[in-house]
């Protein structure tokens, strides 16, 4: 009987803690839905900074700026951590085209981030197209020395989630210039990570392994790799010509930027909620990863809004380098394992502003269980996808401390159509779609300050 009353005891203050926090998910959407200045946020970050590149002049400014912004909301404490950044500069605009008999058709292209310059001239040659790095191997340094290697896998269309056919393909851009340096080749050139047939080359990283020939590098958009291949098989001699201008320059300084609303009941547990302050240099960086930034601090700014204090510590980052080098979030965590803070757990949005879908999961399967009883919560916000998953690039260091990572999950379908091109502006987030987010984050943080993991 004594058991049974127990029992009964315990379902009904679970089922009251339900209710309670389901008005309290509720007020956290209206008040956003209603008041959040999240886009005006992400227009001035887009629109007024632009480009924030690690090292850039963009950068710094973004720095100053969310650091203005977060002590303007009034937060507790908005700190710098200063960390040493890559600093590549892309130079003049590069240029490239395919030379077939008579004929020059110019293609657009840009040079990935980390890649050497071309000689001066530029450097034109024969071109060997390949699906895998398997492919280049079987064709041996016979038949590809003096070449360009032009890699051209698509990322598979198939896929419902896009971040598996990105992951699928983007070996291609992150290693291609090793495997075919290695060979012998005098270039690579990487087919754009999309699924849309456009004009849009697609930047971003790629590092040269030890010891192997520096060769330069760059994507070149769908549109031109699919006449690039279509010219191949007509002429298999045909060449093609490309020219870039970028430079690595010594490290840079730089900076995450924290702000931090103390708790109220244990302020040496930590959650923290962040995006990447730093963008590609084609584009005003938008949906990577202004909207991170801005959901961010929204979080913040609506538990103060709600008078929602807050039993664990919650801390707003804006961490720098995500995308060129990752030395704001390894810095992060190298400040809180030297500081001894103990994160219980880290949301990272960088997967676009789009409409939200749920919560990609990185613990173990304990922590992942003690979610589950959450997902009721969420499904009123069409946040049905709650479960093991990725977390984010810049938290994913804090998993060595035993932080739980949480990877806010947007609709993917349509974040490849921008992601590292000159058209991720702020003309492409929807401003209804943007707070969604940002409302589902500070939900799950609730949650997670509520009863921790
Ligand atoms: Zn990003």
Redesign the pocket.
Known sequence: MKKLLLAFCLFATGVHAQSTDSVTIRKIYNEILTNSPSYEWLRELTQKIGPRLSGSEGAQKAVDWSKQLMEKEGFDRVFLQEVMVPHWVRGAKEVAYIRNGKQKITVPIAALGGSVATAPKGVEAQVIEVKSFQELRDLGPEKVKGKIVFYNRPMDPTKLNTFEAYAGAVEQRANGANEAGKLGAVGAIVRSMTTVLDDNPHTGGMRYATGVPLIPTAAISTNGAELLSKSLKENANLTFYFKQNCETLPDAKSYNVVGEIKGSEKPDEIIVVGG?LDSWDLAQGAH??GSGCVQSIDVLRTFKALGIKPKRTLRAVMFMN??NGLRGGVGYADYAKKNNEKHIAAVES?NGGFTPRGFGIVGTAQQRANVMPWKPLFAPYGLHEIGAGSGGADIGPLAQLGTVLFGFKPDSQRYFDFHHTGIDNFEAINKRELELGAASMTALVYLLDQYGL
Request: charge should be negative.
């Open positions: 990447h990577d990863d995500e995308e960088d």
